[in-house]
């Protein structure tokens, strides 16, 4: 009988329902809070329950040093903590978090319905340290006005193979490396620039979110600076970013992507910010600044149920 890969949590490689809320959290002892995280899957079914077309889940992730004090005595081999990325004009800051709730749905009120019911589990072993509700704005644009996540993997297969860990790290299988970074973005003077000059920033058109060809797009250009490549193969990662915003405060994206190694996030990262060596940044950083960086692991469900 053949091999079957471990389950990963659902969250992970479906398709987004448009309603988004990601919390980030810290705790404070690390060593009392794993059978506070062994509630979270039967809560998150109960609220589930009032509306089972909505699609809602919850993405359960642990930094580094979360992990190390609930993963009884074992580490994926990649898991470490997000370090401050530092080019020459832009940085990408660290912040950390040890307790990642990626929740998703159709519905914005049962997706605050679970964070509520979320928190109130947790209760004071738990400070919440970032809070962002998330949207689908208008077809799946970003405020920019790009389509965002147009070069995700298609298709279960291919988003299993970008995202969830394999025979690399058995231990570990069908869990996931996370990546959540906070964008805000300076509408004000990106809307100053003509159109071509925003398709030259990001290396798309702006209508039809067709890729510029390799003789127009500026190595500058955003397209340009996060497709990493390995023996002429561009590796994948599965994004799930959603905008944010207040009509009179900050707006922007909360990034936040899957992948089965690190390795594809640090390379992506010192790309865009000028620190990979070849003396270029990503010119869209000179409109959107990261505020927020972090890494975590989301096991698998098997993994997950057996933290006590």
Known sequence: ?????????????????????????????????????????????????????????????????????????????????????????????????????????????????????????????????EEVHGFSYMDSRDMTGFIDGTANPKGAAERRAAALIG????????????????????????EKLSVHEQEMRIGRTKKESVELSETVKPPTAHISRVEIKQNGRELKIVRHSMPYGQARGDAGLFFIAYARGLGIFESMLASMFGAAGDGQYDHLMDFSQPVTGSFFFAPSLKMLAAIR
């Open 167 to 190: 025979a690399e790290d058995p231990a570990f299988a069908g869990g996931s490396y996370v990546l959540t970074q906070r964008y805000v973005h300076n509408l004000a003077a990106w």
């Open 1 to 129: 009988m053949a091999h079957q890969p471990e389950a990963c949590q659902p969250g992970i490689l479906k398709k987004d329902g448009g309603a988004g809320l990601f919390l980030v959290l810290n705790a404070g002892s690390k060593n009392g809070i794993s059978r506070k995280i062994a509630g979270i899957s039967a809560i998150t079914e109960t609220v589930s329950a009032i509306d089972a077309a909505a699609g809602l889940s919850c993405v359960v992730a642990f930094g580094a040093a979360m992990w190390s004090a609930i993963g009884n005595g074992t580490h994926p081999k990649e898991l470490r903590p997000f370090k401050k990325v530092s080019g020459r004009k832009h940085a990408a800051p660290a912040t950390g978090g040890d307790i990642l709730l990626h929740i998703n749905s159709t519905r914005h009120d049962l997706n605050f319905e679970l964070a509520r019911a979320l928190l109130k589990h947790l209760g004071p072993a738990v400070t919440v340290i």
